[in-house]
């Protein structure tokens, strides 16, 4: 089997694709759409994402410290998509795409009403990397929508066809091919 030696870089895919809220220090919110988005410890709960200090976001969420992130859906791919390419310099994006800002529970950034989860999070440390500055932050609330729960109150998430992003695609995810530890389960 052939391979092909490319130059170093990030190939660690498909990503999840989320769109990050937050609101400014006067209240005005704005998303944007991350795909350097992940877990990083359980407990106690934390979370990454990273963004370029370029940005319009980046100095919105190094002066509040504090974010929401919502997962996206396959009704949410446009909605995604236009939050990733167009700057909160120039548009409401809320506006735009007719989303709904909510409260939460415990930051002042509104939440995404459409979106399945939102991941209340405090900025921890910010790391300079390089092209992207890391926000690492602490887990505050996370929010299920009740549409996806069934009467045993477990959450099905595959329900509201999540998305992840791919080399510049977006894709539904698959069936499902296991649970964990069925490759050890006794028969």
Same mark, same amino acid.
């Given at each position: 089997?052939?391979?092909?030696?490319? @130059?170093?870089?990030?190939? #660690?895919?498909? #990503?999840?694709?989320?769109?990050?809220?937050?609101? $400014?220090? $006067?209240?005005?919110?704005?998303?944007?759409?991350?795909?350097?988005?992940?877990?990083?410890?359980?407990?106690?709960?934390?979370? &990454?994402?990273?963004?370029?200090? !370029?940005?319009? %976001?980046?100095?919105?969420? @190094?002066?509040?410290?504090?974010?929401?992130?919502?997962?996206?859906?396959?009704? #949410?791919?446009?909605?995604?998509?236009?939050?990733?390419?167009? &700057?909160?310099?120039?548009?409401?994006?809320?506006?735009?795409?007719? #989303?709904?800002?909510?409260? &939460?529970?415990?930051?002042?950034?509104?939440?995404?009403?459409? %979106?399945?989860?939102?991941? =209340?999070?405090?900025?921890?440390?910010?790391?300079?990397?390089?092209?992207?500055?890391?926000?690492?932050? $602490?887990?505050?609330?996370?929010?299920?929508? !009740?549409?996806?729960? $069934? =009467?045993?109150? @477990?959450?099905?998430? !595959?329900?509201? =066809?999540?998305?992840?992003? %791919?080399?510049?695609?977006?894709?539904?995810?698959?069936?499902?091919?296991?649970?964990?530890?069925? &490759?050890?389960?006794?028969?």
């Amino acid at each position: 089997m052939a391979k092909e030696l490319w @130059k170093p870089g990030n190939m #660690l895919y498909p #990503l999840p694709v989320v769109m990050v809220s937050m609101a $400014d220090k $006067d209240g005005r919110p704005n998303i944007i759409t991350i795909a350097w988005a992940g877990t990083v410890c359980t407990n106690p709960p934390m979370v &990454s994402i990273s963004v370029r200090p !370029e940005r319009y %976001s980046s100095p919105i969420l @190094k002066e509040t410290g504090e974010f929401v992130i919502n997962l996206t859906t396959k009704e #949410l791919t446009f909605a995604t998509d236009y939050c990733g390419v167009k &700057s909160g310099r120039d548009v409401d994006k809320f506006k735009e795409l007719g #989303l709904t800002a909510i409260p &939460s529970e415990h930051l002042r950034a509104p939440m995404i009403a459409q %979106s399945p989860v939102n991941i =209340e999070c405090k900025v921890r440390e910010i790391i300079p990397l390089g092209s992207h500055d890391m926000f690492l932050a $602490d887990v505050v609330a996370v929010h299920a929508d !009740e549409k996806y729960m $069934d =009467e045993k109150h @477990k959450f099905h998430l !595959e329900k509201a =066809e999540p998305i992840v992003y %791919s080399h510049g695609a977006y894709l539904t995810c698959g069936e499902q091919l296991g649970t964990f530890g069925f &490759s050890v389960k006794k028969k």
